[in-house]
């Protein structure tokens, strides 16, 4: 990483602990949530108490799934990407480009299946909307 | 806090990809293999990337992202060739290697441009003769001096840890030697 984008990513990731912390405190049916830069690089991982995520691996999922779903948009619409939800029968992965600052960031946010994906979403929605009002 | 760093690998189906992040990877590795529907002379097939990590020393850790080497998979390399520590291009070991796949792999990923360590990592070397494995290796050599890269070939077993092992160490060190 460039010196220059060591400081902004520094300065992001000071800004988006607490956020990204008191997110998962608050809300019991979120199993991790994590922001990234688009190129892999943890920003910062938050576990809660039922899960054991690595960081990295988190980082290097989110990242390459959204530049898949960015690339799939592109090739069948036109339209912006929106969200990239993975659903499953136990959580489901929510996955977000967020501007902070200025600099794009992926969110990817795991929810429980005890909500819904409509509510996740909201949630996720909102912290994401946090983000960028930072 | 340790330093992250990515290093990728990327070859044509067979040549060890996700063997060597599979016999390098600390963590369990993100694994993308299905069955393989053509006949490719082997079993299972990887469909985007592997990821695995390994803690390379007391300061840095290595991401390792396996890419498809095929044309068809370019919206994985945009991804994969960003921010990059090391590049390392795998061979499987032939006789007569197709040098013009590997060209177009080579001239998406540029690492001279992109100013990143780049190595040519031949595998499946265990399997033959050292006399064979140089005189390819020479092949190989001129290939990559002829695209002005360094022509480093790093002869590797993907089943052997301290054999895989090599290339991450090769590649540090042009690190070392780039900061003096
Ligand atoms: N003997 C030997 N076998 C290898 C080596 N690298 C990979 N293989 C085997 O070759 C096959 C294909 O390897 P794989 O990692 O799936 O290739 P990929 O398509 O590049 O991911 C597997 O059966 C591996 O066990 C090597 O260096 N030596
Ligand atoms: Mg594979």
Partial sequence: MLNQSKTVFNGIKKLSIPLINQFVEANFEV????????????????????????GDKMAAITSTLISIAEASVQSIASG?????????????LFVIRTLVHETAI????????KISIGQSL????????ALESL | MSDYQKLA??????SGKSTIIRTLSEIEVVDTDKRATVDIGKEF????????????????ALGLYGVPGQKRYSLLWEHVNKSLWGLTLLVKFS???NTVDLSECLRFFDPVKTGTPFVLGLTHVDEVSNKNVSAVADILKSFL??????GVVIPVNCLDRKSSMMIPYFINSMHNAKAI
């Fill in chain 2, 9 to 14: 690998f990327v070859g044509d189906v067979g």
């Fill in chain 2, 145 to 150: 001096l002829d695209h002005e890269l360094p």
């Fill in chain 1, 31 to 54: 199993i991790m949530a994590s922001v990234c830069t688009e190129d892999g690089f943890v920003i910062h991982h938050r576990n809660s108490e039922k899960c054991d995520l690595e």
């Fill in chain 2, 45 to 60: 097939t990887t469909i985007g990337i592997d990821y695995g990590r390994i803690n390379f020393n007391d300061s840095m």
């Fill in chain 2, 95 to 97: 006789g007569a290697p």
């Fill in chain 1, 122 to 129: 909201f949630i996720t929605n909102r912290l994401s909307n």
């Fill in chain 1, 80 to 92: 912006k990407l929106r969200v990239t939800i993975v659903e499953s029968d136990s959580a489901n």
């Fill in chain 1, 106 to 113: 992926v969110l990817g946010v795991a929810v429980s299946r």
